[in-house]
């Protein structure tokens, strides 16, 4: 007979996840201590949400006291299309909303192990509690950070999704952990346009043309990255498409992550006469709500100069 944790893995591979791993619920020691170091240093910009409370970004106990295991699972997103400019949008943001398709996932793998064991509780994660998604997959042995700080795989590269799902029960724990493929390979530093990787694993996101097409809410691009936006309306990819590990990238098999209406671009004249309705319509479920239509204008804008 299967044991618990191999059935909580079959799970996961039901409904949809690429790789599983699971560990203890600890505290990530060292990494609250660079996530510290991290914030010390105002790479964080404008994102303030992450500076709150860091400490309990380190611990999963703090937001789910009973937590005894964490479920990593990684979904691959690459789809086997290129960027076409202007108004480039990053792979991530081509198809349906990575925190709706994963956090489904993990959802069903909750359901299914109740029916197994009806009084267990669980916490769904997927960027949407306070945990540090890429230390968790560090831990769980299913990658290793790279120098352009995103989680690298040595099977499916980076373009994965991470997320967990915290149980309140002890389970058998995987072992083990990726030692560090970067090597000498110093190909997203030199390929970042703005010099956002200011040391190998560290990323300013002030600098991060990521972070100042999405995050950031002023109403010009920040003068770090405006005159290097080469033709990105929607987040970055510079540094991964770079990443001598991503010749290992495999098409997904889940169609949510196609690129809808087949684009990999919108526009940036299509974005300026947008109404809302419009954009309500055309982004449902997509990752680029995100930036509001207020922040699409303001990136469609600049790309126009
Ligand atoms: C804030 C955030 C951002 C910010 C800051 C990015 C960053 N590097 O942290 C911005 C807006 C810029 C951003 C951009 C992107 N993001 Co983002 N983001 C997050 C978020 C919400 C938190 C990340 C975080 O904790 N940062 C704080 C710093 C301290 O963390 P860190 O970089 O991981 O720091 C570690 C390393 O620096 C390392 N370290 C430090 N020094 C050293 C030294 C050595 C020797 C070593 C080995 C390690 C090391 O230790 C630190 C702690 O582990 C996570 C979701 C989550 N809840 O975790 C998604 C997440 C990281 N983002 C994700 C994605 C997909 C992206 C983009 C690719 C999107 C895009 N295409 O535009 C870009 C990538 C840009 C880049 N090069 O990082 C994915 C990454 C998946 C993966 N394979 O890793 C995540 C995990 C979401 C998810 N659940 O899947 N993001
Ligand atoms: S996402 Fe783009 S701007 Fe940000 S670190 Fe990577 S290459 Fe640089």
């Known amino acids: 007979m299967m044991s618990l944790s191999a059935n909580i893995k079959q799970f996961a591979i039901d409904a949809g996840f690429d790789r599983v791993s699971i560990v203890p619920a600890v505290r990530l020691d060292d990494e609250a201590e660079r996530l510290s170091e991290w914030l010390d240093a105002g790479y964080h910009a404008s994102m303030d949400w992450i500076a709150r409370e860091p400490q309990r970004r380190a611990d999963p106990r703090e937001i789910f006291p009973a937590a005894r295991s964490v479920v990593v699972v990684l979904k691959n997103y690459y789809t086997d299309h290129r960027h076409t400019s202007p108004g480039k949008i990053s792979r991530y943001a081509w198809g349906d909303d990575y925190h709706d398709v994963v956090g489904s996932g993990l959802r069903t793998m909750l359901e299914r192990i109740r029916l197994e064991v009806p009084e267990i509780e669980g916490k769904v994660c997927v960027d949407t509690a306070p945990m540090m998604d890429k230390a968790w997959a560090v831990r769980a042995g299913l990658g290793w950070i790279g120098k352009h700080s995103n989680v690298i795989t040595r099977d499916l590269g980076s373009w994965v999704f991470i997320g967990e799902l915290i149980l309140d029960l002890e389970l058998e724990y995987d072992s083990g952990l990726v030692e560090d493929h970067c090597g000498t390979c110093t190909a997203c530093l030199d390929a970042c346009p703005t010099s956002a990787i200011v040391e190998p694993y560290i990323v300013d996101s ?24 080469d033709g990105w309306l929607y987040g970055c990819d510079i540094c991964q498409d770079v990443c001598p590990w991503n ?3 495999k098409p997904t098999s889940d169609v949510r ?3 809808r209406l087949g684009q990999t671009s919108v526009e940036p004249n299509g974005i300026l006469e947008m109404e809302h309705p419009e954009y309500v319509e055309r982004f449902r479920r997509s990752p680029i709500k995100r930036a509001k239509l207020n922040g699409l204008k303001r990136n469609a804008k600049h790309l126009m100069k």
């Open 206 to 229: 002030v600098k991060c043309i990521s972070y100042a097409t999405i995050e950031y809410r002023g109403d010009q691009i920040p003068p770090e990255v405006s005159s290097h936006l």
């Open 247 to 249: 010749r290992f990238e």
């Open 257 to 259: 992550f196609e690129p």
